[in-house]
């Protein structure tokens, strides 16, 4: 087994720079990306000002069926890459699962794996799973999901560069005064 691994890891070094040569950075328009974060933002905003309770899951519900179409609008357009979608699509459902009602239960041990997976992988703790502590939780990762995705897109140049300066340490024989730097 560690043979097996050790020869995937070989593998992958010599294919990353072909593969990454073949794939260059897909255009990404930072207008749209920022115009779906924002949504977001002021959606919740809004609703914290009005204060209003009556209506607000089906004003969620419909802004995040208007939100993934316009993500999916921008993904199509080229507007932005697939990372940036999944990550914003995984976003939308996570708010949908956290204010979705289940009255019933039938549907909480799904919703409970998820938002905990989700915490834990955006803020590294583990999650409390119910009360005021759990929303907060959850409401800190969208919020840091959000600040993610803004630092995603902000560094899309910065990411092909250092890439292309790792491929070519990869393609190329280290020199001993620049072994374990690819910078």
């Given at each position: ?15 990353a ?79 949908k ?67 292309r300066?790792f ?6 024989s ?10």
């Amino acid at each position: 087994m560690k043979k097996k691994m050790i020869g995937l890891l070989i593998l992958a070094a010599l294919a990353a720079p072909a593969i990454a040569a073949d794939a260059p950075p897909q255009a990404f328009d930072k207008k749209a990306g920022a115009a779906l974060l924002d949504g977001i933002a002021r959606t919740f905003q809004d609703m914290a000002v009005s204060g209003s309770k009556e209506g607000t899951l089906a004003r969620i519900d419909q802004f995040l069926v208007e939100s993934m179409t316009g993500a999916k609008k921008a993904r199509d357009q080229k507007q932005i890459d697939a990372v940036f979608f999944a990550r914003y699509q995984r976003l939308l459902a996570i708010i949908k699962l956290s204010i979705a009602p289940d009255p019933t239960g039938i549907l909480g041990h799904i919703i409970d794996a998820e938002l905990g997976r989700f915490v834990y992988e955006t803020l590294g703790e583990d999650w409390k799973g119910t009360g005021p502590g759990a929303i907060n939780q959850v409401a800190n990762a969208i919020a840091d999901e959000i600040i993610n995705l803004r630092l995603y897109m902000d560094d899309l140049e910065t990411k092909a560069k250092l890439r292309r300066a790792f491929d070519e340490k990869l393609s190329s024989s280290p020199k001993k005064e620049e072994a374990g730097s690819f910078s």
